[in-house]
């Protein structure tokens, strides 16, 4: 199996949308809303296109079987600085393609191409088993919290380059195309197949 990565363009919009619904499809709730993320983050003035990258599989008519997706956000000290940092995600890989090094795929050449951007650093919410594998490690390390001023293993932070988040500290905001709608959603999953 040859996988091969690339950006997304337009045209690679709706497939990746309905690759991360496969992806997340009752993972960790009944249905999802991971693919409608996707889609607002897209549209967001946040989103970063040079980030928006995608793996397909070069055996089966350069199907997309995985995708990866950045966007702004920002950290904000207590005088009201504001600093610019990245996040990623939703994260998707299609589940007959999982376990195959293609989510690790994309997070490796995304990390490089932030950093070759410039970007200081990036914090995501996410599993500590999996992310400290590529150098993320728990917020705190970077005097970083939540909006709600907490900390926890899952919120982590990765600076880009040499002391690229020294300075920064604060709590962290990300897109609000991570906000979801309910009625939204609705609207927005009856555009796709009907899913158990």
């Known amino acids: 199996m040859r996988i091969t990565y690339r950006l997304a363009n337009i045209n690679d919009y709706r497939q990746t949308e309905e690759l991360t619904r496969e992806a997340f499809w009752n ?3 009944p249905g ?5 993320m996707v889609h607002q983050l897209r549209k967001s003035p946040g989103y970063i296109p040079e980030l928006d990258l995608i793996a397909y599989c070069e055996d089966d008519s350069e199907k997309i079987v995985g995708h990866i ?15 610019e940092v990245i996040a990623f995600g939703p994260i998707s890989v299609l589940p007959e393609f999982q376990k195959q090094g293609i989510g690790s795929g ?3 050449r995304t990390i490089i191409l932030a950093r070759e951007k410039g970007y200081k650093g990036i914090f995501i919410y996410g599993g500590p088993g999996y992310y400290n594998r590529f150098g993320f490690v728990n917020a705190k390390k ?8 907490s900390n926890f293993e899952e919120f982590m932070g990765l600076e880009l380059n040499k002391d690229s988040l020294k300075g920064i500290s604060g709590k962290f905001y990300n897109d609000l195309g991570y906000e979801i709608d309910k009625d939204v959603l609705e609207a927005f999953d009856s555009t796709f197949p009907v899913k158990d």
């Not at 997706?69 to 600093?83: A, P, Q």
């Not at 970077?142 to 001023?149: E, K």
């Open 142 to 149: 970077y005097n970083v919290s939540t909006p709600d001023g």
């Open 106 to 108: 994309l997070i490796e």
């Open 69 to 83: 997706l950045y966007t702004r956000s920002y950290v904000i000290n207590e005088d009201g600085g504001k600093h």
């Open 27 to 29: 993972l960790f709730k």
């Open 32 to 36: 999802c809303d991971e693919h409608l």
